[in-house]
């Protein structure tokens, strides 16, 4: 059974992701386009009652409904056996939601309830629209790109049948950022000094570990070439001093979150970070050099997100298992004090960016549902 047409004219998405901010950021970023391109428009997004869409969602002023988390088990175990029922119970839940919003198009980004959310639309003969953020697709977004009606990628050379390059959906707050205009109210607003070369770190959620003793191994040294270094340690983590305490040297300064990574992107001369799809992203759009350190686990897609930022020469791509304290000594700080080359990597990774990928999406998705009901 199909949904029935809204009665009020209004054009119903349903917007399946979440749990990482990876995912959670493009689907807010795509809701917002839509709204503005389409006013009026009703928006419900799909998520699990673990995500970090339970927050972020409600607080963009969108509805959540949620289904329950169905994780591919990656070794053989009793939760292997139990995948089957949990993920037709995961696929009833998706085409409940799809049927009460009475969705004119079902928009997803990957991730958990994504796949579910494929199939509940199909069987309620709802077209389904994909965006795939990484280079490497997932799992869910490979078998979605069969049934869609609209495929759109982050990255050119992403290989899903009938993909079209839109760039990667963001806030427009890093879409429009001058970090020329901003650098100086960011790094005070940051507790950094407005005139010193400036290094800013992120692991991510999930990749801080190693990153993190690493950095912290160097950072004696390059505070005393007249470095300064905001480390984003990620949350319940730090990096500790001789005697166990939070490490703590003038010109270091380590948080465990930054609110805005605008402000991050503004205040950096150089950043160091993972290569997931949206770090890549944001710092093509915002013209910022960057070092990148892949993830070492996973399907390898980080170090295909990098690819074409590195050939650009807009950033340096090192592996995890290469980061040392040596290699940073050694690169790093030639390279965060090198305003020349700095300014040569902006100009690269600048070129690549695109700022308007959430207003494409938009387009792609109301057109997926004009086509339902013409």
Do not use: C
């Amino acid at each position: 059974m199909a949904p029935t047409p809204s009665t009020d004219g209004a054009v119903s998405v349903v917007l399946a992701g979440g749990g990482t901010a990876g995912h959670v950021s493009p689907l807010l970023a795509i809701a917002h386009a839509i709204v503005e391109q389409r006013p009026g428009a009703r928006i419900t997004a799909i998520g699990t009652r673990t995500g970090m869409e339970t927050r972020l969602v409600p607080a963009a002023g969108f509805e959540l409904r949620t289904i329950d988390r169905v994780p591919l088990p990656r070794r053989p175990s009793l939760d292997l056996l139990k995948l089957p029922a949990r993920f037709v119970r995961a696929v009833r839940q998706a085409r409940r939601i799809v049927l009460d919003t009475r969705a004119d198009v079902v928009v997803g980004v990957g991730g958990y309830v994504s796949a579910p959310a494929y199939l509940a639309a199909r069987s309620a003969r709802v077209p389904v629209v994909i965006h795939e953020a990484n280079a490497r697709p997932g799992i869910a977004n490979r078998a979605g790109a069969r049934i869609a009606a609209r495929v759109a990628v982050a990255f050119e050379g992403t290989k899903l049948p009938g993909a079209v390059p839109v760039g990667m959906p963001m806030r427009r707050g890093i879409a429009a950022l001058d970090r020329t205009a901003e650098r100086t109210s960011a790094r005070t607003s940051l507790g950094l000094d407005p005139d010193r070369a400036t290094l800013i770190v992120t692991g991510g959620s999930s990749g801080a570990a190693s990153m993190n003793r690493s950095l912290g191994a160097a950072v004696p040294g390059l505070v005393a070439a007249g470095v300064q270094v905001l480390h984003i340690t990620g949350r319940g983590k730090q990096v500790p001093g001789p005697d166990g305490t939070p490490l703590a040297l003038p010109g270091y300064h380590q948080v465990e979150f930054v609110d805005g990574m605008e402000r991050v992107y503004a205040a950096a001369d150089l950043l160091l970070a993972r290569a997931g799809a949206a770090t890549v992203s944001e710092v093509s759009v915002v013209g910022l050099p960057a070092v990148l350190v892949p993830l070492p686990h996973g399907n390898g897609e980080q170090r295909f997100n990098a690819a074409g930022l590195v050939r650009s020469g807009g950033a340096v791509l090192i592996e995890d298992r290469e980061f040392t304290p040596a290699w940073i000594r050694d690169q790093i700080l030639p390279l965060v004090t090198d305003p020349a080359r700095l300014e040569a990597m902006s100009r690269a990774a600048y070129a690549l960016g695109v700022r308007d990928a959430d207003r494409r999406m938009a387009e792609l998705i109301l057109s997926a549902a004009g086509d339902r009901t013409q």
